[in-house]
């Protein structure tokens, strides 16, 4: 499979193209179970600052639903020894995926806490306190050592900012996705995405130079991921002629 590609794939069927022991970091934000096709219908449409459209989110959003247990196995055969692997989670998920990685053979490092600045939508319904916290899963096969260190596992940075992005309903920041890449990974490495979402995890690996393999579901999304990569190449280029 080629590297830096954005494949419009299910995940379960790219991660079998995978080489075994191919990638060096996986950094993925798989569904949070989200039911959009019920009582969350009036979060259906967002704005798009990139065109000044609006978009169904639920005419591009692909329902998926997790066997973590085929994935932690996937993600076990296809990283190399002493790797780190990321997992973004809701908090009814988090004991399913601690469950289906740890008897695949990964240590449980740490729950990690993303603290954000604002609340970009209210799911509560009035049932519940507003989160402002996302949860990250850290695991890893092997043993690794964080390349940064004294790093503490709560941490705050602000919601993604509006960067041409907005037609997805949760891209991570850049300053989040940095940290995390720099704590686990080195120039050249190769970074997995299964869940590509808004593109924001590709494009960060492609400013600080990691190669990364992709797969996105959802045409439209997949459609406007290839945009970003495109123009991140420009970019570069750009820097380089200067």
Same mark, same amino acid.
């Given at each position: ?6 494949? !419009? ?33 009036? &979060? ?15 005419? =591009? ?17 296809? &990283? ?6 990321? /997992? +973004? ?16 053979? +990964? ?5 990690? !806490? ?15 306190? &507003?989160? =402002? ?12 050592? &964080? !390349? /940064? ?36 990974? =080195? ?14 995890? /590709?494009?960060?690996?492609?400013? /600080?130079?990691? =190669? ?8 439209? +999304? ?21």
């Amino acid at each position: 499979m080629e590297f830096n590609k954005c494949y !419009n794939l299910n995940c379960e069927e790219g991660l079998k193209l995978i080489r075994t022991e191919s990638i060096d970091l996986v950094l993925t934000d798989p569904p949070y179970d989200v039911d959009f096709g019920g009582k969350q219908k009036a &979060l259906l449409t967002i704005r798009s600052f990139a065109d000044g459209k609006k978009m169904d989110v639920y005419r =591009n959003y692909i329902e998926y639903n997790c066997d973590y247990g085929y994935l932690a196995r996937q993600f076990y055969r296809v &990283l190399k020894d002493d790797i780190h692997c990321y /997992l +973004f989670a809701g908090h009814q998920q988090i004991d399913d995926w601690v469950v289906a990685m740890t008897k695949t053979g +990964f240590k449980f490092v740490q729950l990690l !806490n993303w603290e954000r600045n604002k609340v970009r939508y209210d799911l509560t319904m009035g049932h519940k306190y &507003l989160e =402002n916290k996302e949860q990250i899963l850290f695991f890893q096969k092997g043993w690794k050592k &964080l !390349n /940064l260190k004294s790093i503490k596992s709560s941490f705050k940075f602000d919601s993604a900012k509006t960067d041409g992005n907005e037609w997805h309903s949760c891209p991570r920041p850049y300053e989040l996705l940095k940290m995390l890449m720099l704590n686990s990974s =080195n120039e050249s490495d190769v970074v997995l995405d299964c869940f590509a979402g808004s593109g924001e995890h /590709l494009v960060t690996a492609m400013k /600080l130079r990691r =190669n990364f393999i992709g797969f996105e579901l959802s045409k439209e +999304f997949h459609k406007r991921i290839e945009q970003r990569i495109e123009f991140q190449k420009q970019q570069f280029n750009l820097i380089q002629y200067i």
